[in-house]
C-alpha cells in the first residue's frame, strides 16, 4: 500500500507553510486542508490516525537511466506492512537467495563525508566476510554516506569475484519514499517492467537510490523525511531473525545489527533492538551515537550497575554514581540536544549498558580489517549464548554457524578445543551440511571428533546426499536421464534418485570393467543380464524401501564415488585418504573423471576434470611406487588382487579402463607383466634360442634354455591352478616330461612367437595361392594350396568366435561390444569378411574376376594386421601409436585438400573443354588428374595452348557425344596457366608444409613420451596372447575341441579366464589391506613434509604466525581497555573512600563540646588520611 496525508497538522516551526507530515500545504488535498476541527484539537501527527493506505502504485524492475542493463527490483509499500508478506516476495518472487547472514548498517547517513578507515572496514571487512558467507546488507539504499560506501564495496567485490561463486551478497536498500528524489518517475499502477530513473542529486531534503543495489523496499508512512522506515526495518530484521537458512542443519538466520556515527535519536532503535536480543557491533571512533556507547560501555564499571541506591519493586537499580556518569557523557558527547532529551538519553543509555553483553566495540582505527569476518562470528556467537535457554545447549547453533561460515580455524579453537564433548546426535545434521555445501575442512574435523562415519552413512542418506546435487551440473543431468528411461517419459524435479538410478549411472560410466554397484543393498544377485536386474530393482522401489535403513557397506568409497562424481576435488582427495584400496580407488576415481570430461560441455569444469583425474592417476603412481620400494611381491598382489569394493575389478584392470599409462609405465607394474609374459623362463633368455626351441622342442628338456627354480610353477604368477594357492595347496604333481612341456608351451612368449611364426607363413601361403596357384575354374578342382589356406582362415574364425562368446561372464550383448571396440579386431573382422565374400564370388565364372580382386584386397587387409605385433617392440611399438594418430591428421588435410582439388579441377575442365559429356573423362579430368599434378605429374602440352598437342580431337557434337575427344578451347587459355599455378603454390607448397607440420606435431608429442605408451600398449598385447591357446592356426584347432571337452563335456572351469586375477579373503585380504594403507601413510606424511619444507609454504606459515602475533597485540590493546576500565574504577571508590571518611573526621571533629583526648584522636585521623 501507500498512504497520503488526510490531515494537515502544523507544524509549529513553519508559519503554517508545512505540515509536521514534512508536506508543503499545497501538497495537501482539500479534504486534509478543510478538517479544521481536526486540525485545531491535535497537537501531533501521527500516520495512523491521520493518513489513509491505498494500493501500491510503484512496484517492479528499476533500470537506471545511462547504466548497464542490469535491473533492480523495487517496491513502494505501508510502513505496517507484515514483513512475512515482504520476505516471501523478496526470496520467492525476486529470487533473492536465502542469507546465511543479515547485516544491517545503521547510521552513517547524511552527505557528510565518510572516514577513510570506515570505508576500508567496509570494503575489507564486511563485504569481504558477508561474501564468503553469502549475506544480505541493510541500508538506506541512497547515493550518500554509508549507502553509497556499502553499494560500491559490493560492486567491485562482485567484479572481482568468480562468475561461479555460490555466495553472492545482496545489497537491500530500506528507505522512506517520502526521501527519494525522483520518485515520481517510480509511479505506475500497473507495475513498471521496467522503470526508468534519473539520477540527479538537487534536492537537499531528498536524495538519488544508488544504481549497486538489487532491491529497494520504499517504505511509506505519508511522510516526507527519513521518519518511515525504522519502525519497519526493526520488525524486519527481528522476522528475518526468526526464519531458517538453506542445508539440512539450517539455523536461525543470523541477524547483527552495525552502528556506524549516528545521531542520539537512535538510541532508541538501539534500546528496543537490544531488548529483543539483537546483537549489535559498534564502530568506535566513528562519531556521534557509537563514540558514546562505546565510551559508555568501555569507561564506566561493570561493577556499579548492580550497586542499589534503593529498591524499586524490590529491584536493584543502577546506582546515582552511574547516572550522574552516564549524564555527563550524554552532555559530553550530545552538548545541542536539549535538555528533557538528555534526560531521556540518559535513562536509554542506562538500558543499553545493561544490555552490554549484547554489544561488541570494534576499534577500527586499531584493529585490522581482515579479522573482521572473525569479529562478526564472535559477535553472533555471543548473543547465540545469551538467548539459549537453559534445557538447550549453545553449542548446536554455534557449531552450526561457524559451519555455515566455513570457519573451521575458530571451530577448531573454540568449540573442539576438548572442553566440549561432542555426541553422535550433535554432530549429525551439521556433517551433512558440510557434505551438501562442500566443506570437506569440517567433514575431516567432525570424523576426527566423535563422528562415527560407519553409524552415519546409511543406503537412505547416501540417496539424500545425491537428491542435493546441483542443477546443470553433468551428474543431476545423468542422474535425470537415468529416472526418465526408468519412468518411460521427462522427468521431473522432484530429484527422485534411488540407489539403483546411481548403480546404473556408476555402470555406464565403469562399463565392463567391474560389476555393478549396490546390488548387496538393493538384495539383487549378481546377473550377467543387468536389465532384468534393474526393472527387479525398480519394482522394490514401490515397496517400502527398508534397505534404506541400512548401514553402508563401504561408506568412505561411497562418498569417494560420490565426491568424485561432482568434481569436488578436496573433499574427494579427503575420502581417497580415508577409504581403504588406495590404488585401485585413485584409478577409480580417474576413470569415473575422463568419462565425465567426454561428457562435459563447458570447457573450464572440463579441464578441471582432466586436471582432477590427472591428479588420481599420479596419486595412484606414487602409492604404488612407495608399495613397490617396500616389498616386491606384496605389491604384484596388490595389482592382480580382487577387490569387493569396486566390483570385484583389479588395479590392471581398473588402469587399462582409464587410460592411466602413467600407472603402466611404473617399474613395479612392468616388473608384473614381464613375469607373466615369460613365465616360468628367465627374463634375459635370447628370442633365437625360443625360435631355435620352437622348431625343436627337445630342446626344452636340456639346459638351452633357462628356467625359474619353481620346477612346477606353484607360483602366484604363473599359469597353474590359482585355487589351489589361494587354500595353500600344491597343485599336482606331473611328470617332468608335462612339467616342462608345460613351462615353455604355455608361457605368453612362445604362444606370441608361434603366432607370429605362422602368421608369416600364412601370408606366405595366401600370397602363393594368389599369385600362383589360383585357377580360374573350379571345375577341374581346387588345388591343395587353397584348400589348406581355407583350413587355415577357418581356424581364425574359430579363434574369433571363441574371443567373442566364449571369454569372461559378461552377456553377449558385452561381449560382442568389447570386441568391436579393439581396433585389430576390427581389422580382423574386414579381412575375414572380405576372404569369406571373395572364396564364395571365386567358386563362380561369372563372378571369378569380382572375387578375386575382393581376395587381393583381402590379403592387403591380412598384411596391415601383421602390425599388431611390433607393438611388444621397445622402438617398434611407439610408431604404431604415431601411425594411428596422424592417420587422423591426414584425414582433415585430406578435407582441406579437396576443397582446393574440387575447386581447380571443375574450373579448369570448364575452361580447357567447352562441351564434354563423357561422364568417365570429366571424372578423370576434375579429380584424378588435379590430384596428380600434386605429385608433378602435369600434362603441360595439353594445358599450354602453345605447346602442340597430338591427339586426334574433333569440335563435331554429334562426334563428342558419341565418346570422340573434343578439342581445346584455346581462347582463354591464359586463365587456365594462372589457375594452375595458384594451386601447384596452394598445395604443393601450402597444404604439404602444413601436413608435415602436423605429422611434425604428432611425433615429438608421442615420442616425448613413447616409453610411457610402449609400455601401456604391451599391457593389452600381454592380455591377448596370455588368453590365447598354446598352438597357433592352423593347429588350434587343437587346442579348440580340448577346450570344447574340458568346458562341455567334463565342466572343468577356466582358470585363464580369470587372468591377472586373484581373489584374498580372510586374513590375507585384512593383512594386505593394511600394509597398502601404512604405505599410503608413509607417502602422505613425505608429501606433507616435502610440502612444509617449500618456499610458499614457509612464507604461508610466516603469515600465519604474523596474523598470530596480530591477534596476540589486539587482545592485548582490549586487555589495555580493560585496565583502564579497572584504574578509573579503582580510583572512583579510593576518592569515594576519601570523601565518605572526610565527612566522618569532620562530623567528629566540629563538635564543640569535644574533650582535648577526642581532639588527639581527630588529629591522628586527619593525619592518617
Not at 513498471?192 to 537510490?209: E, G, I, R
Not at 538519553?345 to 552490554?356: D, G, K, M, N, P
Not at 546426535?425 to 566443506?439: Q, V
Not at 626351441?693 to 639346459?703: A, D, G, S
Request: aromatic share 12%; hydrophobic share 40%; with cysteine.
Amino acid at each position: 500500500c501507500w498512504i497520503v496525508c488526510t490531515t494537515f497538522v502544523e507544524d509549529s516551526f513553519s508559519n503554517g507553510t508545512r505540515c509536521q507530515c514534512g508536506g508543503a500545504r499545497e501538497a495537501h488535498g482539500s479534504v486534509a486542508l478543510g478538517d479544521y476541527f481536526s486540525t485545531a484539537i491535535v497537537n501531533h501527527w501521527d500516520s495512523a490516525q491521520h493518513s489513509s493506505e491505498y494500493p501500491t502504485d510503484a512496484f517492479g524492475e528499476l533500470q537506471f537511466a545511462g547504466a548497464s542493463k542490469r535491473l533492480s527490483y523495487f517496491l513502494r509499500l505501508s510502513w505496517d506492512t507484515p514483513p512475512a508478506m515482504v520476505y516471501t516476495l523478496m526470496t520467492a518472487h525476486w529470487g533473492l537467495p536465502i542469507p546465511n547472514l543479515v547485516v544491517s548498517i545503521v547510521g552513517g547517513e547524511g552527505r557528510a563525508k565518510v572516514k577513510t578507515w570506515v570505508r576500508e572496514v567496509i570494503r575489507q571487512g564486511l563485504v569481504k566476510a558477508s561474501q564468503s558467507t553469502g549475506a544480505w546488507i541493510m541500508t538506506p539504499g541512497l547515493r550518500e554516506g554509508v549507502g553509497r560506501c556499502v553499494g560500491e564495496a559490493v560492486r567491485d567485490h562482485a567484479t572481482a569475484a568468480s562468475s561461479v561463486s555460490l555466495n553472492k551478497v545482496v545489497a537491500l536498500g530500506i528507505t522512506s519514499w517520502g526521501l527519494v528524489h525522483n520518485r515520481e518517475q517510480l509511479v505506475n499502477p500497473q507495475g513498471s517492467f521496467p522503470a526508468k530513473y534519473h539520477v540527479q542529486n538537487l534536492s537537499p531534503d531528498t536524495c538519488c537510490l544508488d544504481i549497486n543495489y538489487q532491491a529497494f523496499l520504499l517504505v511509506d508512512d505519508g511522510s516526507v523525511g527519513p521518519r518511515a522506515e525504522t519502525g519497519f526495518r526493526a520488525k524486519l530484521e527481528d522476522y528475518i531473525s526468526h526464519q531458517r537458512t538453506g542445508g539440512s542443519s539450517g539455523i536461525d538466520i543470523p541477524v547483527l545489527c552495525m552502528l556506524i556515527s549516528g545521531e542520539a535519536s537512535m538510541m532508541e532503535r538501539v534500546d528496543l533492538s537490544l531488548k529483543t536480543s539483537m546483537p549489535w557491533l559498534v564502530l568506535a571512533g566513528s562519531g556521534g551515537l557509537a563514540d558514546f556507547l562505546s565510551d559508555v560501555l568501555e569507561n564506566l564499571s561493570s561493577s556499579q550497575v548492580g550497586q542499589s541506591s534503593g529498591e524499586v519493586d524490590g529491584e536493584a537499580g543502577p546506582s546515582e554514581d552511574l547516572k550522574d556518569k552516564v549524564a555527563e557523557r550524554v552532555r559530553r558527547h550530545f552538548p545541542s540536544e536539549a535538555e528533557s532529551d538528555k534526560l531521556v538519553e540518559r535513562v536509554r543509555a542506562l538500558s543499553i549498558y545493561q544490555h552490554r553483553d549484547l554489544i561488541t566495540i570494534y576499534h577500527g582505527e586499531q584493529d585490522s580489517p581482515n579479522e573482521f569476518d572473525t569479529l562478526l562470528l564472535k559477535s553472533l556467537v555471543g548473543a547465540s549464548r545469551h538467548r539459549a535457554s537453559e534445557e538447550d545447549s549453545p553449542y548446536n547453533d554455534e557449531l552450526k554457524l561457524a559451519v555455515t561460515w566455513n570457519r573451521v580455524g575458530f571451530a577448531k579453537s573454540e568449540l573442539f578445543n576438548g572442553d566440549i564433548q561432542w555426541k553422535y546426535e550433535d554432530l549429525e545434521d551439521s556433517m551433512t551440511d558440510a557434505l551438501i555445501n562442500d566443506k570437506p575442512q569440517f567433514v575431516r574435523l567432525f570424523a576426527e571428533n566423535g563422528l562415527n562415519i560407519l553409524d552415519y552413512l546409511t543406503y537412505g542418506r547416501l540417496e539424500s546426499l545425491y537428491r542435493s546435487v546441483a542443477e546443470g551440473t553433468v551428474l543431476y543431468q545423468l542422474l535425470q536421464q537415468q529416472l526418465a528411461e526408468r519412468l518411460g517419459t521427462v522427468a521431473d524435479s522432484n530429484r527422485q534418485f534411488s540407489t539403483s538410478k546411481v548403480a546404473e549411472l556408476l555402470e555406464l560410466l565403469m562399463g565392463d570393467i567391474c560389476q555393478p554397484f549396490y546390488y548387496d543393498a538393493l538384495g539383487l544377485e549378481q546377473t550377467s543380464v543387468k536389465s532384468r536386474a534393474f526393472r527387479r530393482a525398480s519394482k522394490l522401489l514401490q515397496g517400502e524401501c527398508l534397505y534404506r535403513n541400512r548401514r553402508c557397506l563401504f561408506p568412505w568409497a561411497s562418498l569417494f564415488i560420490w565426491a568424485v562424481l561432482q568434481n569436488r576435488s578436496e573433499m574427494a582427495t579427503y575420502f581417497w585418504e580415508m577409504a581403504g584400496e588406495s590404488v585401485l580407488s585413485a584409478l577409480g576415481g580417474c576413470k569415473i573423471l575422463r568419462e565425465l570430461s567426454k561428457l562435459e560441455t563447458e570447457t573450464e569444469a572440463k579441464l578441471s576434470t582432466k586436471d582432477l583425474a590427472q591428479r588420481f592417476e599420479n596419486l595412484a603412481h606414487d602409492v604404488f611406487g612407495s608399495c613397490y620400494r617396500s616389498n616386491e611381491s606384496r605389491s604384484f598382489t596388490l595389482l592382480i588382487r580382487k577387490s569387493p569394493v569396486w566390483g570385484g575389478t583389479t588395479c590392471l584392470q581398473m588402469g587399462m579402463g582409464a587410460d592411466a599409462r602413467l600407472f603402466f609405465s611404473h617399474d613395479g607394474v612392468q616388473a608384473l607383466l614381464s613375469q607373466i609374459w615369460w613365465g616360468d623362463m628367465k627374463r634375459n633368455t635370447e628370442v633365437w634360442k625360443l625360435v631355435l626351441t620352437f622348431f625343436c622342442p627337445v630342446l626344452c628338456y636340456t639346459n638351452f634354455i633357462s628356467f625359474s627354480d619353481s620346477l612346477y610353477g606353484n607360483t602366484v604368477f604363473s599359469f597353474a591352478d590359482i585355487n589351489h594357492i589361494l587354500h595353500s595347496h600344491r597343485p599336482p604333481k606331473r611328470p617332468y616330461v608335462v612339467s616342462r612341456w608345460r613351462q615353455f608351451w604355455f608361457a605368453p612368449v612362445t604362444t606370441f612367437l608361434g603366432n607370429v611364426l605362422m602368421y608369416f607363413l600364412f601370408l606366405l601361403l595366401f600370397a602363393y595361392v594368389l599369385l600362383v596357384d589360383f585357377k580360374p575354374s573350379p571345375v577341374s578342382g581346387l588345388a591343395v594350396s587353397e584348400y589348406v589356406l581355407y583350413f587355415w582362415v577357418f581356424t581364425f574364425v574359430c579363434e574369433e568366435i571363441r574371443q567373442t562368446f566364449f571369454l569372461g561372464s559378461m552377456s553377449y550383448r558385452q561381449r560382442i561390444r568389447v570386441y568391436i571396440q579393439d581396433v585389430w579386431n576390427k581389422f580382423d573382422l574386414t579381412a575375414i569378411t572380405l576372404f569369406i565374400m571373395g572364396v564364395i564370388c571365386r567358386m563362380f565364372t561369372w563372378s571369378y574376376g569380382f572375387g578375386r580382386d575382393v581376395l587381393c584386397v583381402g590379403y592387403m587387409v591380412f598384411t596391415l594386421r601383421l602390425l599388431h605385433i611390433f607393438a611388444i617392440h621397445k622402438q617398434l611399438g611407439p610408431k604404431i601409436i604415431i601411425v594411428g594418430k596422424m592417420m587422423k591428421d591426414v584425414f582433415f588435410f585430406f578435407f582441406f585438400m579437396m576443397v582446393w582439388l574440387i575447386a581447380y579441377g571443375v574450373a579448369n575442365q570448364a575452361l580447357l573443354y567447352s562441351y564434354d559429356p563423357n561422364l568417365d573423362r570429366i571424372f578423370r579430368r576434375v579429380f584424378y588428374r588435379p590430384y596428380l599434378h600434386i605429385f608433378g605429374q602435369i600434362p603441360v602440352e595439353e594445358m599450354d595452348g602453345i605447346s602442340s598437342w597430338e591427339m586426334d580431337c574433333t569440335h563435331n557434337m554429334t562426334l563428342i557425344q558419341n565418346g570422340e575427344e573434343p578439342c581445346r578451347t584455346l581462347s582463354n587459355n591464359w586463365l587456365v596457366v594462372i589457375l594452375l599455378v595458384i594451386y601447384l603454390l596452394a598445395t604443393n607448397i601450402l597444404l604439404i608444409n602444413l601436413l608435415i607440420a602436423m605429422f611434425s606435431y604428432t611425433f615429438n608429442k608421442v615420442q616425448a613420451h613413447s616409453d610411457i605408451y610402449w609400455k601401456f600398449q604391451r599391457y593389452n598385447l600381454i592380455v591377448q596372447y596370455h588368453s590365447l591357446p598354446s598352438l597357433a592356426p592352423p593347429f588350434i584347432i587343437l587346442s579348440h575341441i580340448n577346450i570344447f571337452i574340458k568346458r562341455a563335456i567334463r565342466k572343468v572351469p577356466s582358470f585363464k579366464i580369470l587372468h591377472f586375477v586373484l581373489q584374498l579373503r580372510g586374513k590375507a585380504a585384512n593383512r594386505l589391506m593394511t600394509w597398502e594403507n601404512i604405505q599410503k601413510e608413509d607417502f602422505l606424511s613425505a608429501q606433507n613434509k616435502l610440502q612444509r619444507s617449500c618456499d610458499s609454504e614457509r612464507l604461508k606459515g610466516m603469515s600465519v604466525k604474523v596474523d598470530d602475533v596480530l591477534k596476540h597485540v589486539t587482545e592485548s590493546r582490549s586487555f589495555d581497555h580493560r585496565l583502564r576500565a579497572l584504574e578509573n574504577e579503582v580510583k572512583m571508590k579510593a576518592l569515594f573512600s576519601y570523601h565518605l571518611t572526610e565527612n566522618s573526621s569532620r562530623q567528629l571533629c566540629g563538635a564543640k563540646m569535644l574533650d582535648p583526648t577526642s581532639l588527639k584522636g581527630c588529629l591522628r585521623v586527619k593525619t592518617w588520611l
